[in-house]
């Protein structure tokens, strides 16, 4: 199945959903970064909540950038989206891992840590971007997004993020879904969504079954009458090129490119993001001090 995601709303407009499968998405993440498995569940998470906040933006030159910093092993998961869902991401310890959870579940909780921040940056255009933070509260990232929406931006959310990690180490299913509740919708509403959500299995369980984003959404707000207003392809999409990387070297200052030169007389640059690496011969280096 394509990775997509959809956005849809009840017909009196009190309730709105976005529903995301990312299997690939995550996947393709997974295999540029080596990431062990629980670290594969975390990204994954946090790639696919990226891809639904950042379709939520209006404009196309609008970039999201979510950071999740807590105190776990895994150190700062950092995610980069735009509102047409070309996605980026990494964490600070790819190989990071600790025990499954009794149940037999990846500890994503413990692999993040509960003790730190989820923050958001906007870049709407304006002079500034928008700045929201809020504590973790779990680690497990759906908790702890649900938790940013009230208390940053005064938006009750429930959001189910899910990654199931085949014996191979692989991604077999990865998906989420995030219900906004908006100020009219009843307490009778409120009600009705908590028991669907209750009843209703694992996402990645859907999506490993087969469902699609239209079936989740049907699945879990099955008691209201639902309208889907857009479906939006989800690439996972790095935009460096040597023209950027090269503006990094130039950032760093003109002394230190001197020390790379007379230590290595050669540099090379990683992408944080796809891990693309990025050469550059001596005669090259001293080309951009000159041009400087």
């Not at 500890?107 to 504590?135: C, F, H, W």
Request: proline share 3%.
């Amino acid at each position: 199945m394509k990775d997509y995601l959809i956005r849809g709303i009840d017909k009196t407009g009190n309730i709105r959903i976005f529903v995301a499968t990312t299997t690939n998405m995550v996947e393709e993440a997974r295999n540029n970064h080596n990431t062990s498995p629980t670290a594969t569940a975390a990204l994954g998470r946090a790639l696919t909540a990226g891809s639904m906040m950042g379709v939520m933006m209006k404009n196309e030159k609008d970039r999201l950038t979510l950071k999740i910093s807590g105190d776990g092993p895994i150190g700062t998961i950092m995610i980069v989206a735009n509102n047409k869902v070309e996605i980026k991401g990494y964490v600070d310890h790819p190989y990071a891992d600790v025990p499954s959870r009794d149940d037999g579940k990846l500890d994503v909780g413990r692999l993040v840590g509960s003790n730190g921040t989820i923050t958001t940056i906007m870049d709407l255009g304006l002079k500034e971007p928008y700045i929201g933070q809020a504590n973790l509260v779990s680690g497990e990232i759906a908790e702890d997004l649900a938790t940013y929406y009230v208390i940053s931006e005064q938006q009750p959310s429930a959001i189910g993020l899910g990654v199931l990690v085949d014996k191979d180490i692989s991604v077999k299913a990865a998906g989420g879904y995030i219900i906004q509740l908006l100020p009219d919708v009843s307490d009778e509403d409120i009600t009705k969504i908590e028991e669907a959500i209750s009843k209703t299995p694992p996402i990645s369980s859907l999506i490993d079954k087969g469902l699609t984003p239209e079936d989740i959404m049907y699945e879990l707000l099955r008691e209201f009458e639902m309208e889907i207003l857009d479906r939006v392809d989800i690439n996972y999409r790095c935009d460096c090129s040597r023209e950027r990387i090269e503006e990094v070297l130039l950032s760093i200052g003109k002394k230190e490119i001197e020390a790379m030169i007379e230590e290595d007389g050669k540099g090379e640059v990683v992408c944080h993001f796809c891990n693309t690496k990025y050469h550059f011969s001596k005669e090259e280096l001293e080309k951009l001090i000159v041009d400087k």
